[in-house]
């Protein structure tokens, strides 16, 4: 891990956060959408539990997707390290830390759900304090962009605009199904803007002495 951060540039980490993103969200839809549903993001817990009793297999190649997805989160979090280090070090490390924290939750739910340590529910639990994390990273992210002088404040805002809209995962706001959809996608939207961005503009990014 050292070495990859020492060794990276920023156009190089830039490169990594979009790729890392665009695969990650082709696996959690293969996963999430075609293997197990609800096993990705919070929902009905019910469905999750009737999904794994009826086809152990399935269930483990979803572990093994989700695993992977998890890795490359970790990979995410570092490579935004180097990129955002040029605006604050202290805030590329609070998004780092975050996004590596949101995985690590979740890495432990998973493996005491397989292992059979916490049934489904107790998963479930562990996935929210997961997506508490995860939300509070959108966040420091988002405010971490609009503070640079080197990415759009435009994307900033819509990062931190959509770290809201994980409250839904929180509190039954009992919405249309229609206005759900509109959340989830102001979430994927945010962050596959910002990569889009890092990849195309990535050699514009220098290295530069990190603001405190």
Do not use: C
């Amino acid at each position: 891990m050292k070495k990859f951060i020492i060794d990276s540039s920023p156009s190089k980490a830039a490169m990594v956060v979009g790729i890392a993103f665009i695969t990650s969200v082709f696996i959690v839809t293969l996963v999430d959408d075609f293997l197990l549903a609800n096993f990705i993001v919070p929902g009905d817990t019910a469905i999750l539990a009737s999904d794994i009793e009826a086809d152990a297999r399935r269930f483990g190649f979803a572990v093994a997707g989700y695993l992977l997805v998890l890795a490359l989160d970790s990979i995410i979090g570092l490579a935004l390290y180097i990129v955002l280090i040029p605006a604050s070090n202290n805030l590329a490390l609070l998004t780092a830390a975050l996004r590596l924290l949101y995985a690590f939750t979740l890495v432990i739910g998973l493996f005491a759900l397989v292992f059979q340590i916490i049934d489904v529910y107790g998963y479930a639990s562990i996935k929210l304090i997961g997506y508490l994390f995860f939300g509070l990273h959108i966040l420091v992210l988002g405010y971490s962009v609009f503070k640079s002088r080197y990415i759009p404040k435009s994307l900033g805002v819509l990062l931190m605009f959509a770290s809201f809209t994980y409250l839904t995962f929180f509190v039954d706001f009992q919405l249309p199904e229609a206005l759900q959809v509109m959340i989830m996608l102001t979430m994927l939207i945010a962050e596959l803007s910002l990569s889009i961005w890092l990849i195309v503009n990535r050699n514009r990014l220098t290295v530069s002495i990190p603001n405190k």
